[in-house]
């Protein structure tokens, strides 16, 4: 199946830092992924969609400048965790988009970026 | 933003025994699709039901989806401890395919 890989797999870094943390279709292309926040026993809560060549769609509540996305290629897309503070520890998951069998569409997902913020 | 509804939040069960899960959701779906996920691991699919479908099988795995009342079940049957995790529904919103999670459910199996 496909595969979807995410680097780091975790980091630690002092308040104030910028983060990059990178997404990778390895055997497929993706246009478009997704990024998710998951906090300590919470579910995942989506946080942009990045789409290849053009700028990123953001949920509500999500700041565009504090979480950079760039999508430069139909493999790879980085979120940026600009200025991190303490309250932006958390585990930062991507997905892509791919076919499965049958020509159906499934969500495959990154193993996550586990960010903790001094 | 439509959020699938999970309930229980967090079930104990022993060993052999067969254990539920229950989402619900809001809006019109064209798929509901349950997802594992392990303590501090990434996802693992474990299976779609498309909204035309009313119930499927996958191993030890049986999904129930019932339009009309907005609910799905997933159901394992004969737990294993290896099947300790967090278990989340999920529904691509606004026929996009990006995904809106429930709450999940943490699913101990006690040996």
């Known amino acids: 199946g496909a595969v979807v890989s995410q680097h780091p797999s975790w980091v630690i870094c002092k308040s104030g830092t910028s983060v990059k943390i990178e997404c990778r279709s390895l055997d497929f292309q993706a246009t478009t992924m997704f990024w998710y926040r998951q906090f300590p026993k919470q579910s995942l809560m989506l946080m942009a969609t990045?789409?290849?060549?053009?700028?990123?769609?953001?949920e509500q509540g999500v700041e565009k400048d504090k979480f950079l996305i760039n999508h430069a290629s139909l493999t790879l897309s980085t979120l940026t965790v600009t200025s991190a503070h303490p309250e932006d520890s958390s585990f930062y998951i991507c997905?892509?988009?791919?076919?499965?069998?049958?020509?159906?569409?499934?969500?495959?997902f990154g193993p996550g970026t586990r960010l903790t913020v001094l | 933003s439509q959020q699938g509804e999970e309930d229980p939040q967090a079930l104990s069960i022993q060993e052999g025994e067969n254990a539920t899960m229950n989402c619900s959701y809001k809006?019109?779906?064209?798929?509901l699709q349950w997802y594992r996920q392990n303590s501090g691991r990434g996802l693992v699919h474990l299976i779609l039901i498309r909204s035309n479908e009313r119930e499927k099988h996958s191993g030890r795995l049986r999904v129930t989806l019932d339009t009309s009342k907005k609910s799905s079940s997933l159901l394992i049957t004969a737990s294993r401890a290896a099947d300790t995790a967090s278990y989340f529904c999920a529904m691509p919103i606004q026929g996009a395919q990006k995904l809106v999670f429930g709450q999940g459910t943490r699913l101990t199996i006690n040996p």
């Open positions: 809006t019109s779906i064209n798929n």
């Open positions: 990045s789409n290849e060549g053009s700028k990123a769609t953001y």
């Open positions: 997905s892509a988009p791919g076919l499965a069998g049958r020509g159906t569409l499934s969500q495959y």
